[in-house]
């Protein structure tokens, strides 16, 4: 540094250049010649048909970095099958075999830390402040961690194990944080994966690819590289061999992939997009909380899923808030990602360039104020934007409702914590929020009522493996670390049990004869003396259908038992205002209270064992014992949920640093349930039990044993279960009402237990509002011997509340 540059600098007391040096990373680049292959079966394999893209270097907008591979369907085959004859060796080797390649994987991304961290720093733009001491760090735990669990694997998850092959498409936000958090649990757990970078964003990987070939020698085929762009992507999330995609990306491109893999049988993880709250009360320490402002918005300029985007303030203190931000603001350094100094890098393409600053030509369009540092200098050449404030925001507003993905914060006013949580919950995402406050007591009351995977208290985009990240609502589904995570990449062994077939292997028979409104009003009196009605239980009440029409539920030998009503789509938008209205209270109610009334139901099922003993032979032919073991195994099935309504709670889960992170499995919401056509009563009632003592409302629709349904809501009336919560229909098409059910905005899980074409249907409707789905792909769920443990994990969704401690 010259002595003038020196000298002014210590007049200004400003920062000098601190630039990081590249050379290591820029020799790794150039013994490849600047040209990547896919990593495939162990080995550097060029694209078939030698194509290539490039990728640049943000900052310098017209350097390229590489020539990368331009995946094509061969590629994905040959990785695709290399992952697939890898997986019988890998996922036979003992636990603490694969741990010691996950630990050896931990080690070699430590050793090359620095060329890591400045290779994602020269890819993606961010600042080397942030890929050296977090990205890489989070790397290297995320591995060590699911050495852990690949260790511990047997002991841990008895009666899981890996599926096979697992499809993995990342962005290019945390290239090589994304890649650590998909592959280190899938290999930990015995799967063999494929997974595609971004295109902008592929140099961290390959640089793995290189590490694992030649330092950790990992068996060939266990993780495959295929570099490519959305065409190589929906090559591979089409490929039929991996039984789960796990993405994360957009909540658009996620919308994609869920209708592409409808009916395929596939299981996903979807870790979307994301527009989360940070609220600030007045009871906050606004120095701290300003400092949150600036980690949680312009952190990695921006460009991460849980953002703070919306910033939340308390009226009260809204004014001086925002002008203590802004001399904040002042203060931020926009440059070289690789100055050590630096606060903020570039955006990483050009594509998202334009569509920030697209973004905010609408805010100010829609009568917004935008406000930018006017001191903030921000380089020329390469994809810089300044910091970006927003005030006079109104809720409904583009940029309040969408994901802008870049350095812009939007601002909006609250003057208590009710409407701070009406504010925090108006959007359509669920991913994470922060809430600022010193007192306890409104800081955890917000955390349980915002809806969302991840809250920081006091604190901001904080991660650790052993806690899980997901979102709620459009923001996605599945966990990536934390235990949660590990489910998520096994499949429980009922799975192999599940025999195939079109799911109507039940012996009931439906007739569809239409009725008058006078005729069905009347109770039909079945020959098994069993009486009828037609009423849907919704509400509370029983109901008639909206179009008063009806079908006959019949013997398998033709005999009328009883006249049911036909749900129409009213009847279903009834059911489901009835179980949404009905699921605060119920989300608030104890435990205790929902244990007691699953008891409670349990008994009132008891005494009428008989009469749905009869009630089961008659509809669907099967002998009287047998019909009298399910009528006993549903009644032990109610204790058992009854049971775990206290005990299927959370944990305390151990991350670094001085901060407890509560682990709420927390209900999924409204759910709603096509019901088995196999074991009528036990498959019904292991739902709706598992449903609601997770604190969930459902809406079901029941078919061709219709009859059961209905016998079960006069018991359900009898048993002290609050309106609403569960709600009843029955229809001659359930598959049909279903589909409704699968199209409702206010949903937010379905569950099909139906044939092949009626889960492809439901799981295309779900991509609507992206809700949870679990079908059965007409294959029969033997429900005698289903893992309690299914039920409970589908029935909930984990959120990882932060709590920081410590004077
Ligand atoms: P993107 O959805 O455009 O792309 C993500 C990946 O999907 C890339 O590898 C891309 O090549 C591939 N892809 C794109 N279209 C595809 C298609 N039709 N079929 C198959 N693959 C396709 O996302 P992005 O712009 O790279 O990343 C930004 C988004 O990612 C933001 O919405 C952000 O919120 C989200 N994100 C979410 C999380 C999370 O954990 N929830 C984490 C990081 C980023």
Same mark, same amino acid.
């Given at each position: 540094m010259?002595r ?5 600098l210590?007049?200004r007391?400003d ?10 990373t820029?020799? /790794?680049?150039?013994g490849?010649?600047?040209t990547f292959s896919?990593?495939?079966n162990?080995?550097?394999q ?6 290539? %893209? #490039?990728?640049i270097n ?6 390229v970095l590489?020539?990368?591979?331009l ?18 060796s890998?996922?036979?080797?003992s636990?603490h075999?694969?741990?010691?390649y ?7 991304v430590?050793?090359h830390a620095?060329i890591?961290?400045?290779?994602e720093s ?14 890489v760090?989070?790397?290297?735990r ?5 050495a852990?669990?690949? *260790?511990?694997?047997?002991q ?11 499809a993995?498409?990342i962005p290019?936000?945390?290239?090589? %944080?994304?890649?650590a958090w ?5 290999i ?8 595609k970078?971004s ?17 950790v020698?990992?068996p060939p085929?266990?993780v495959?590289i295929? #570099?490519?762009?959305s065409?190589?992507g929906?090559m591979?999330y ?10 994360t990306g957009?909540?658009e ?9 409808a009916?395929?049988?596939?299981h996903?993880t979807m870790?979307l997009?994301g527009k989360?709250?940070?609220?600030v ?5 606004l ?11 312009w ?15 308390q ?5 001086d808030f925002i002008?203590?931000?802004k ?10 990602? %690789? ?6 890098g ?9 569509k ?5 030509e ?19 050449? $390469?994809?810089f ?5 927003f ?10 409702q ?8 939007v ?12 504010l925090a919950n ?32 006091n ?13 709620y609502?459009e ?8 235990r ?20 109507h292997?039940?012996?009931?028979m439906?007739?569809l004869g239409?009725?008058t409104?006078e ?6 009196v ?6 009828r ?10 109901v008639?259908?909206?179009q ?12 009328? %038992?009883?006249v ?10 009834n ?10 209270? /119920?989300?608030?109610s ?9 008891f !409670?139901?349990?008994e009132?099922?008891a ?6 003993a009869r ?7 099967? #002998? ?7 009528? +006993? ?6 204790f058992?949920f009854?049971?775990?309504?206290d005990?299927?709670?959370g944990?305390?889960q151990?991350?670094l ?5 509560v $682990? ?5 919401g409204v759910i709603?349930i ?5 074991s ?5 009632i ?9 604190a969930?409302?459902?809406v079901?629709?029941?078919?061709i ?8 809501v006069q018991v ?12 009843i229909?029955?229809?001659?098409q359930?598959?049909a ?14 569950w099909? !237990? ?6 492809k249907?439901? +799981?295309?409707?779900s991509?609507?509002n ?5 079908v059965?792909?007409?294959?029969q769920?033997d ?5 309690r ?7 909930? *969704?984990?959120?990882?509340i ?6």
């Amino acid at each position: 540094m010259n002595r003038e540059l020196l000298a002014s600098l210590i007049d200004r007391l400003d920062y000098g250049p601190a630039p990081e040096s590249e050379s290591k990373t820029r020799e /790794w680049l150039k013994g490849h010649d600047s040209t990547f292959s896919h990593y495939i079966n162990g080995a550097w394999q060029p694209p078939k048909n030698g194509r290539h %893209l #490039t990728t640049i270097n943000p900052a310098k907008s017209n350097e390229v970095l590489a020539e990368i591979a331009l995946g094509t369907k061969e590629d994905v085959d040959a990785a695709v099958d290399a992952a697939k004859q890898a997986f019988p060796s890998w996922s036979m080797l003992s636990g603490h075999h694969r741990a010691r390649y996950l630990y050896g994987i931990a080690r070699a991304v430590a050793k090359h830390a620095r060329i890591f961290a400045v290779l994602e720093s020269l890819d993606n733009g961010k600042p080397i402040r942030e890929t050296r001491d977090i990205d890489v760090p989070v790397v290297i735990r995320h591995f060590y961690y699911h050495a852990g669990w690949a *260790q511990t694997m047997e002991q841990e998850f008895p009666g899981y194990r890996p599926g096979g092959v697992i499809a993995q498409i990342i962005p290019w936000n945390f290239p090589f %944080l994304m890649l650590a958090w998909k592959i280190a649990p899938a290999i930990a757990a015995g799967n063999t994966v494929v997974i595609k970078p971004s295109k902008s964003t592929p140099l961290t990987a390959l640089l793995l690819a290189d590490v694992l070939m030649n330092e950790v020698n990992l068996p060939p085929g266990v993780v495959n590289i295929i #570099t490519g762009d959305s065409r190589t992507g929906t090559m591979l999330y089409e490929h039929p061999i991996p039984w789960k995609v796990t993405f994360t990306g957009s909540t658009e491109v996620g919308r994609i992939i869920r209708k592409g893999t409808a009916g395929s049988g596939k299981h996903l993880t979807m870790e979307l997009g994301g527009k989360s709250p940070f609220i600030v009360f007045e009871s906050a320490d606004l120095d701290s909380a300003i400092e949150g402002v600036v980690n949680g918005i312009w952190f990695n300029e921006g460009q991460v899923c849980c953002a703070g985007s919306r910033l939340l303030v308390q009226e009260g203190i809204h004014n001086d808030f925002i002008n203590r931000l802004k001399r904040r603001m002042r203060k931020l350094r926009v440059g070289n990602p %690789l100055d050590k100094a630096v606060d903020m890098g570039a955006i990483n393409n050009a594509e998202q360039f334009k569509k920030i600053t697209e973004m905010m030509e609408v805010g100010k369009k829609e009568g917004a104020v935008m406000w930018q540092p006017d001191n903030v200098d921000c380089p020329k050449g $390469g994809y810089f934007l300044p910091p970006t404030l927003f005030t006079n925001v109104e809720p409904s507003q583009t940029i309040a409702q969408e994901e802008i993905f870049g350095p812009v914060l939007v601002t909006l006013t609250f003057r208590t914590p009710s409407e701070a949580i009406q504010l925090a919950n108006n959007t359509r995402y669920g991913l994470a929020a922060s809430i600022w406050s010193q007192d306890i007591d409104t800081a955890m009351d917000v955390a349980r009522k915002v809806k969302a995977g991840t809250v920081w208290i006091n604190s901001t985009n904080l991660f650790d493996a052993a806690a899980g990240f997901g979102g709620y609502r459009e923001s996605g589904y599945g966990r990536e670390g934390g235990r949660e995570g590990m489910y998520d990449v096994l499949l429980d062994d009922d799975h192999r049990s599940d025999s195939t077939g079109d799911g109507h292997g039940a012996k009931g028979m439906v007739s569809l004869g239409r009725q008058t409104r006078e005729e069905a009003t009347g109770t039909v009196v079945a020959s098994h003396g069993v009486d009828r009605t037609f009423r849907f239980l919704i509400g509370g009440t029983l109901v008639r259908p909206d179009q008063a029409g009806s079908y006959s539920v019949t013997s398998p030998a033709g005999e009328l %038992l009883a006249v049911v009503g036909e749900a129409n789509r009213k009847d279903v938008r009834n059911a489901v205002e009835a179980a949404r209205r009905a699921f605060p209270s /119920w989300f608030e109610s104890s435990a205790h209270l929902r244990a007691q009334i699953l008891f !409670f139901w349990a008994e009132n099922l008891a005494a009428e064992r008989e009469r749905f003993a009869r009630a089961l032979t008659a509809q669907t032919g099967c #002998t009287p014992d047998a019909a009298q073991a399910e009528v +006993e195994q549903a009644i032990s099935r109610l204790f058992d949920f009854a049971a775990y309504a206290d005990k299927f709670g959370g944990t305390v889960q151990p991350v670094l640093g001085r901060r407890l992170v509560v $682990g709420l499995r927390e209900p999924v919401g409204v759910i709603g349930i096509r019901a088995s056509d196999n074991s009528p009563l036990l498959g019904l009632i292991s739902v709706i039990a598992a449903g609601i003592a997770m604190a969930n409302t459902v809406v079901v629709v029941a078919g061709i044993h219709a009859m059961t349904a209905m016998d079960l809501v006069q018991v359900i009336q009898h048993s002290d279960v609050p309106a609403g919560v569960i709600n009843i229909l029955t229809s001659a098409q359930p598959d049909a009402i279903a589909k409704i059910i699968a199209e409702h905005e206010d949903v937010d899980a379905i569950w099909f !237990f139906g044939n092949t074409e009626g889960s492809k249907v439901v +799981e295309e409707a779900s991509s609507s509002n992206m809700k949870q789905t679990w079908v059965s792909d007409g294959r029969q769920i033997d429900w005698s011997t289903l893992k309690r443990d299914r039920l409970l994990l589908k029935s909930t *969704q984990v959120k990882n509340i932060w709590v920081p401690y410590g004077v």
